[in-house]
């Protein structure tokens, strides 16, 4: 179906996408069991994102820095 599908952002796109779809049907096959996921607002998935940008940032500093200190 998709021959090139090597591309970062378009897999982040479909997974995106799938898990959207995918809640989309969980709210309407269990409408009354979603209590659990209260938690699940867009302040929280806001939080969520920045923490783990900040994580994913400081580690690549950190891998930078000691790959380059290998280096030489």
Aim: with cysteine; aromatic share 16%; glycine share 2%.
């Amino acid at each position: 179906m998709f021959k090139n599908s090597s591309c970062k952002i378009c897999r982040y796109i479909r997974y995106f996408l799938l898990s959207v779809f995918l809640l989309i049907i969980l709210a309407f096959i269990q409408h009354d069991k979603l209590h659990y996921l209260k938690f699940i607002t867009p302040e929280n998935a806001a939080i969520l994102i920045c923490v783990v940008g900040i994580i994913v940032f400081v580690g690549k500093v950190i891998f930078y820095y000691i790959d380059k200190r290998k280096k030489n």
